[in-house]
């Protein structure tokens, strides 16, 4: 099969897969008890894993930010997008009163100000060091 061919097939399947929720077939696990944990629903679980996931995406550029002490592979623009957005997260999780989506997001929300005060920090500095350069 030529590559084109795959990507079409994903596409039709993640169609598939997005649209199976919205039809009301039975085909979908209903939310149970953990096996691993019972007094929790798989729901909890994977809200768990997937709040995890992504509340520290962001902590390896931070990381690495630090390492390089340089701004390079920061992009400011889509930190201040995905800060935006994480804002909006916990105000919809103070909405709807669910303290994992307000938690995880508020921790989303400081590692990436802490990228962005990282990303301003090492700018001036990579500012400096070209106007002091003969």
Not at 19 to 32: I, S, Y
Not at 100 to 122: E, G, K, T
Request: aromatic share 8%; charged share 15%.
């Amino acid at each position: 099969m030529r590559k084109s061919a795959y990507r079409r097939s994903g596409l039709k399947l993640l169609i598939v897969l997005t649209l199976l929720p919205l039809c009301g077939c039975e085909l979908l696990p209903r939310d149970t008890a953990s096996l691993l944990i019972p007094r929790l629903q798989r729901s909890e679980i994977f809200g768990f894993l997937a709040g995890l996931g992504t509340t520290f995406a962001g902590l390896p550029d931070l990381i690495a930010m630090f390492k390089r002490r340089s701004t390079a592979g920061m992009n400011p623009r889509m930190a201040a997008i995905l800060g935006v957005f994480q804002i909006l997260w916990v105000y919809y999780g103070l909405l709807i009163a669910s303290r994992p989506v307000i938690a995880w997001n508020v921790i989303a929300v400081l590692i990436n100000l802490s990228c962005v005060a990282a990303y301003r920090h090492f700018a001036r500095k990579e500012r400096a060091l070209v106007h002091s350069a003969p």
